[in-house]
């Protein structure tokens, strides 16, 4: 057993992340007060400027939203390498190592510079701590990404928002595009009650001078967006108002799984029904957003030929993210974790996946709205397991969700707390045609990948 490592003086990857791990934790510890007074950008700011400004030293992208950034960070990663770029990559959460999150054309970190990132950067936070208080585990994984990028003198990093965007600590960067996703209802503890409240959280990554773009949304979800930019000075522009954006769905013949297909056409770039490399018809919109960011990317400087944007757009690839995996029965993994991801899950799963009966594993975090994330399983799945993640603090107590369940009169349910039985009972519970569909959470979607792939190896021996 590895001793809880309270001082940045470590060796191992062991050290590194018994180091991080026992720094307070926004995504594992939930919207508590402790974590309301931890967000804030005060204390990231003192940070880099002790690791000497990193982030001045990178070109980046800045992608926000409630839904849809990641996958837009990816597509917009992959179109730039395709164009020849080395381009680093910051997303979270991670589901499998937490190396995952640092990224230069898709390639991990190594465990090395990893451990010595964390031990430069934790001895930078240390001599801040008296001043500005213990630095969280985002913002030192953010400052070893910046830092990492600096080093590595990538062309671009492509970086993702953790929560919100005003005070998200990745807010430090002043990117080439500033770019906002679908936005929708989600942490309102820390970012608001209204969708207005949380658009003005989220454009808050709007920088004077920089293009400004969003994704098609509501009037009040785009007029808050639009106040941002103003407000500081970014020129705005809607993708799929002011930039001309269509898509379309294809079917390949009777039955046949449908295919999504984008254009966008701007004065300086022409991209004609391309193909969107992920499943779902949102994922076309975020596609679109993707383009956009290339678009702007193209007007500063950066070469992007649409024939090799496309190139490098159609290897882009998104773990647990409409995840399917061929084993015995087939299982999906989808890191759904609001009510409007879930609906969007359930309606892709519809749109996209033949089977004879659904099987959900499901477990959220407790500060979720249960409540119409569950009536989207309801009237979709055949039978739902809750569960929950062993390593989430915030896990959602799956007797509690399977009250709330029976309460909406939906099909079959029934709860086993552990993850790994809960699986095996999905199994056990499922024919050959059936589909598993492990949702909810990222950290169950993760755990859930991890007791897979053990199978996997095992079956191979």
């Not at 594992?28 to 690791?51: H, I, N």
């Not at 998200?168 to 989600?186: K, L, Q, R, S």
């Not at 705005?236 to 254009?263: H, I, K, T």
Request: charged share 20%; with cysteine; proline share 5%.
């Amino acid at each position: 057993m590895v001793a809880v490592a309270l001082t940045p003086e470590f060796d191992s990857m062991a050290g590194a992340l018994a180091y991080l791990y026992q720094r307070p934790d926004l995504e594992r510890s939930g919207p508590t007060r402790e974590a309301r007074d931890q967000y804030k950008l005060d204390r990231m700011q003192a940070l880099v400027e002790r690791l000497g400004n990193p982030q001045d030293a990178v070109r980046t992208v800045h992608v926000a939203g409630t839904k849809g950034k990641g996958s837009t960070c990816e597509m917009t990663a992959a179109m730039l390498e395709g164009c020849g770029y080395t381009v680093g990559i910051y997303t979270s959460p991670h589901l499998s190592d937490v190396r995952e999150r640092v990224r230069i054309n898709r390639k991990l970190v190594s465990e090395v510079d990893f451990v010595r990132l964390a031990r430069e950067v934790g001895r930078a936070a240390q001599a801040l701590e008296a001043a500005h208080g213990p630095a969280t585990f985002f913002e030192l994984t953010t400052a070893m990404a910046l830092v990492h990028f600096a080093q590595q003198a990538v062309d671009i990093a492509v970086i993702e928002v953790g929560l919100g965007g005003l005070l998200d600590c990745t807010n430090v960067i002043m990117p080439e595009v500033a770019a906002v996703a679908t936005i929708g209802f989600d942490h309102m503890e820390v970012l608001g009650r209204t969708l207005v409240e949380i658009a003005t959280q989220k454009g808050g990554i709007y920088k004077p001078g920089v293009p400004a773009l969003a994704i098609q949304q509501g009037p009040e979800v785009l007029g808050a967006l639009r106040a941002c930019a103003t407000r500081v000075g970014a020129p705005f522009q809607v993708v799929g108002e002011d930039l001309e954006f269509s898509f379309r769905m294809e079917y390949a013949g009777a039955g046949g799984v449908p295919q999504a297909y984008v254009q966008l056409s701007t004065p300086h770039s022409e991209y004609d029904f391309v193909p969107v490399p992920l499943v779902g018809e949102h994922q076309a919109l975020n596609c679109g957003l993707a383009l956009g960011i290339i678009d702007k990317l193209t007007e500063r400087g950066f070469q992007c030929p649409p024939d090799r944007a496309v190139q490098g757009l159609a290897t882009t690839r998104l773990a647990g993210r409409f995840e399917l995996v061929q084993w015995s029965p087939r299982v999906l993994f989808d890191g759904a974790h609001n009510p409007e991801s879930v609906k969007l899950l359930m309606r892709t799963v519809a749109q996209y996946a033949s089977y004879d009966a659904l099987v959900v594993v499901f477990g959220c975090a407790a500060d979720k709205d249960a409540r119409p994330m569950l009536e989207a399983l309801a009237g979709a799945a055949d039978k739902v397991i809750f569960t929950r993640a062993s390593d989430n603090k915030r896990a959602a107590d799956p007797h509690a969700l399977y009250r709330m369940y029976q309460s909406l009169e939906g099909p079959m349910s029934m709860v086993e707390p552990s993850l790994p039985a809960a699986m095996e009972l999905a199994r056990r519970s499922s024919n050959l045609g059936d589909l598993m569909c492990v949702t909810g959470s990222f950290y169950v979607v993760g755990e859930a990948r991890r007791w897979l792939g053990e199978r996997l190896k095992s079956a191979r021996r």
